[in-house]
């Protein structure tokens, strides 16, 4: 076929495609709220082109509170089949994503949507929280996946999922009992004092998200042995279990974004996890940048609100020796900081070690007046003999994040040669240091702007996109990395520590 033809026939799959959230209307559905998908590569590959349409426009629309599907497909002709060229099959595509009464006819839809009864439609699960945002009000409810309304109403925004979320896998919802009670959905929706119609709801999709309990060994301390039968009479309800609360996919959807309501719906998942005692730690499924940077914002703020980083800070009266750059000297971590305490709040606020480190690190550096620590190195000459305390804690707070760093990715570091090690050593620190800058910069200009950015904020189980590729960390960290943050001075002959 000829590359004109084809040019002629094809259509751009993110242009065609809009999404609409609607309501009952007095004669027909009116919308509320529409907008383009981020994404289509998953439904109509990587190329993200149609073939074989003129002026195409596949319509999908949801109804604003139960998410009850239809998609209209509009175009103004269509392209002949020649041979084995024909054009493509919309819905053969499509079915694969959304469930099969989302292919009815609009009469049928309409029909359906006015006789509902969305009036008396009230959110599946449990209400967590509320809040008001610019005269508005929302509320967040949650329930598990073995509720059969919570069910209902994922599969109907699964594609979602593809739309919005780069590289993001929908859940699998014919799962057995057991597994699909280790899943729990958070919806936020916005509630209106009346309803725009009299037939209509006044509840109304803000976002969602997904989390799961990733069941964890927890070893009991005890004095006596203790007999368990195995198999247990009773089959053990998943809830009893010690887990680790996973966040996986999360998303505010586009009409939305930019309003702090990424922000609620994490402190209020974060809330739950702290509540609930089975959890142990609170992880993140392959966050991408800007989560990481909601992430940061949202603990960062609640730690030192509640007065968790007060307990904790760098010591600057060490004796200097410790500091000698000579083979097998090592400068212990329990030196620079109260490593009990730092574990016991680390246990206490249910935060993953890489997350944990971050937190205190960012905490410790914004305690180092502004002109220190945006001075580099230059003021750091006399290091550990500065007569400036806030100089010696800024040499010895560059210490503490090169021990961290280096014992978090120490199988790497140790195949470079020396040189080169401390050479990237001193690479990552300094553009971790940047990074850090950059988040208390933005951390002082949100405490008096509560604008979030969730339109990029979206997309947590993604693989790095354009924007995301060159990641802030240079060297891989793990989330469950050891939380120990002890180690040598880079470079030496490894010794055991002196203090533990």
Known sequence: ??????????????????ISLVQPGNYASRSISSFAPTFTYPIFGEEEQIFGYKDLSIDIAFAAHDLYPNVCISFESKFKEIGDTKATDLLELLKDFLPPYAFESQESFESRFQDSDASSF??????????????RSYEIWCGELTDPAVKLLLERMQIFVSFFIEAGTPLTLD???????????????EKLHTPLTPNGSVYSIVGYSTSYRFLTYLPVKSNTAAVTEIPPKEPLPVSSLPCRGRISQFLILPPHQGQSHGSELYSTMVDVFLKDKTCI??????????????????????????????????????????TRRRNGVLVPTSKLIDKDMFRTLKSREKIAPRQWNRLVEM???SQIPKYVRES?????????????????????WRLLAKQRIYKQNKDVLAQLEVSERLEKLEETLNSQLDEYLRLLQRLDERRGSRKDDEEEANGEEAAPTASTRERKRKVIEDDDEDEDIGTEVPG???????ES
Request: aromatic content about 14%; hydrophobic content about 30%; some cysteine.
């Open 1 to 18: 076929m000829a590359e004109d033809t084809k040019t002629e026939w094809a259509s751009n799959s993110n242009d065609a495609v809009q």
């Open 363 to 365: 905490y410790l550096l």
């Open 492 to 498: 030496t002959k490894k010794r055991k520590e002196d």
């Open 281 to 322: 730690e609170i992880t993140i499924e392959d966050p991408n940048e800007s989560f990481d940077d909601l992430r940061d914002y949202c603990d960062f703020n609640r730690l030192k609100a509640k007065g968790t980083f007060e307990q904790l800070k760098i010591n600057t009266d060490i004796d200097p020796k410790l």
């Open 376 to 396: 580099g190195t230059s003021r750091l000459t006399q290091k550990a003999k500065a007569s400036n305390p806030d100089d010696r804690g800024f040499y010895y």
């Open 175 to 189: 799962d057995q009992e057991w597994t699909l009670a280790r899943w729990r959905v958070f919806f936020i929706y």
């Open 122 to 135: 009230k959110p599946p699960g449990q209400l967590f929280s509320n809040y008001s945002r610019d005269g």
